[in-house]
Each structure stands twice: as structure tokens, then as C-alpha cells.
């Protein structure tokens, strides 16, 4: 038999440009103010299960049919057929926390991340102190949360469902990088 000797090193980076630009006319000649921006984020997580790493990742590129609810089992994504995938080698997924986590809309309807089960994850107040927390993702839009220190944590059969709905044939990106169970 061979041990698998997986490790995890991510880098999160966050980007953001953009020059805002104001000519004036006056008497005598034209002013320009310009306001630049430049924000500029970037953070690593190493291999592990404490403050500053993570060691699962999940990620897939999920094509839905018609207005659809997606529940991703965050305490056993699995490999078998039928399931969702696992990770990229084939193993079950089950996290225990969660410390990064991004959905981005590719194409089609509209995607909302939540939904109201009782055993919603996304449902506590763990990002906002809101119950029944929602974020409604239209054409084009990007979702990300990123906590290195600590993490979201998943509660085993309470609290370890992610619902997305989406509104009609959509495709969507997903990502969630943390910590095994």
C-alpha cells in the first residue's frame, strides 16, 4: 500500500486599480485631478491545520440546468460517483473549518449563496452577525471571504450544509480552501 503525502500551499491575492479622472475648464486652461488607485493584497496560507495554514481544497466549475438548489455537504464532499467530486485526487473532503471561500459567476442566471436549512452553514451569523445571511450574485459578480488566523468552522450534521440557488441555466466557479476534520 502507498500513503498519500498530500500538502497544501495557497496564496491569496487581491487586486484592485483604477484611475478616477476629473477635467475642469476654466478661464484660462483646462485642470486635471486625477485620483489613483492602487490596492494591492496578497497573503499565503502553508500546509496545516492552524493560524496561517489550511490543508483541503475544494474546487469545481458547476454547470446547472434550469433554476436549480446546489447543497455542497462541507463535512463529506465526496468521490463517489454521483456526489461531488472530492479533490483533484480522488479523495473525500470533509472540513472542519473553512478559510477562504469564493464564488464567481461565469455565466447565465442569477447565483444567491445561502439558503434557510436548518443546517445551513452559510446560514449563521459568521460573517455578517446576520441570521439567514444571503449574498446575491448577478452577471459577472465575485464573492470571496478570507479569514487567515482562524476559521468558519463547520459543525458536523448542525451546521456543515452550503446551499447556492441559482435563478436558471447558470455556471459558476467554486472555491473552499481549510482545515480537515
Given at each position: ?37 492602487l ?85 449563521t451569523d ?39 440557488n ?16
Amino acid at each position: 500500500m502507498v500513503d498519500d503525502a498530500k500538502t497544501l500551499n495557497t496564496a491569496v491575492v487581491m487586486k484592485i486599480t483604477a484611475t478616477h479622472v476629473n477635467t475642469r475648464g476654466t478661464d484660462i486652461a483646462d485642470v486635471v485631478i486625477t485620483d489613483p488607485l492602487l490596492l494591492n493584497f496578497t497573503d499565503t496560507l502553508a500546509n496545516g491545520a492552524s493560524s496561517e495554514q489550511a490543508n483541503i481544497l475544494y474546487h469545481e466549475r458547476i454547470v446547472e440546468t434550469g433554476a436549480s438548489e446546489t447543497i455542497f455537504d462541507l463535512s463529506s464532499l465526496a468521490s463517489a460517483p454521483g456526489n461531488f467530486p472530492g479533490d483533484a485526487f480522488g479523495s473525500d473532503i470533509a472540513f472542519a473549518g473553512v478559510k477562504v471561500l469564493m464564488v464567481r459567476w461565469v455565466s447565465g442566471g442569477t447565483i444567491t449563496i445561502g439558503g434557510t436549512t436548518a443546517a445551513e452553514w452559510f446560514d449563521t451569523d459568521m460573517l455578517f452577525g446576520i441570521t439567514n445571511s444571503k449574498i446575491f450574485l448577478p452577471a459577472g459578480g465575485v464573492f470571496m471571504a478570507y479569514t487567515p488566523t482562524t476559521v468558519w468552522p463547520v459543525d458536523d450534521n448542525s451546521k456543515d450544509k452550503f446551499i447556492i440557488n441559482t435563478s436558471a441555466d447558470c455556471t459558476y466557479d467554486i472555491v473552499i480552501i481549510g482545515i480537515s476534520a
